[in-house]
T-cell receptor, first 115, second 110 residues
Framework: NAGVTQTPKFRILKIGQSMTLQCTQD?????MYWYRQDPGMGLKLIYY???????DKGEVPNGYNVSRSTTEDFPLRLELAAPSQTSVYFC??????????????FGPGTRLTVL | GEDVEQSLFLSVREGDSSVINCTYT??????LYWYKQEPGAGLQLLTY?????DMKQDQRLTVLLNKKDKHLSLRIADTQTGDSAIYFC??????????FGTGTSLTVIP
């Protein structure tokens, strides 16, 4: 199992450009999450999904969109990149139905800089 | 969102014990977690504790939970240079969301 994979590892965008951060998991997990990590701020939840076709907003969804057409993939879309979106983005997944015992499996992260 | 707070930095000498502290606000949390993040990597689960427990030990790791004060700590015995990393506490809250602390950067001095 590869676990949770993210691409790209690094990216530099100009203000106003768009891009999609890819996330794939091969563990057949139902739940997937997108976080951003800013220095000294911990992880903030952007969006999450409880299954294919279902997504919901987290704490900081503005400026982002997601889709979940398959169980495996949960791409995060930035339509008009802004400097405030400079961050490290982590995708995570958890196994089955909602349970606080579910540990999250994290991808290696995508470091995005918007200039 | 819920507030989960940690101090940002901790330095210890190799061989000493490290204690990383965390406070949280959601009294309905069922489980509380400790994650480790090494440079350039994602988060890895170290351990978790059920909210009706007050202590859990796993090799060099001891988790203490004071539910009344909503205080969680992680003690690492005999800290090694390989323990240098950022440590996050997190709580599993209502709905499907997990709330993470700001992370504590642990530096182990040889």
């Amino acid at each position: 199992n590869a676990g949770v994979t993210q691409t790209p590892k690094f990216r530099i965008l100009k203000i106003g450009q768009s891009m999609t951060l890819q996330c794939t998991q091969d563990m057949n997990h139902n739940y997937m999450y997108w976080y951003r990590q800013d220095p000294g701020m911990g992880l903030k939840l952007i969006y999450y999904s409880v299954g294919a076709g279902i997504t919901d907003k987290g704490e900081v969804p503005n400026g982002y969109n997601v889709s979940r057409s398959t169980t495996e993939d949960f791409p995060l879309r930035l339509e008009l990149a802004a400097p405030s979106q400079t961050s490290v983005y982590f995708c995570a997944s958890t196994p089955g139905g909602r349970s606080s015992t579910d540990t999250q499996y994290f991808g290696p992260g995508t470091r995005l800089t918007v200039l | 969102g819920e507030d989960v707070e940690q101090s940002l930095f901790l330095s210890v000498r190799e061989g000493d014990s490290s204690v990383i502290n965390c406070t949280y606000t959601d009294s309905s949390s069922t489980y509380l977690y400790w994650y480790k993040q090494e440079p350039g990597a994602g988060l890895q689960l170290l351990t978790y504790i059920f909210s009706n427990m007050d202590m859990k030990q796993d090799q060099r790791l001891t988790v203490l939970l004071n539910k009344k004060d909503k205080h969680l700590s992680l003690r690492i015995a005999d800290t090694q240079t390989g323990d240098s990393a950022i440590y996050f506490c997190a709580e599993g809250s209502t709905g499907n969301q997990f709330y993470f602390g700001t992370g504590t950067s642990l530096t182990v001095i040889p």
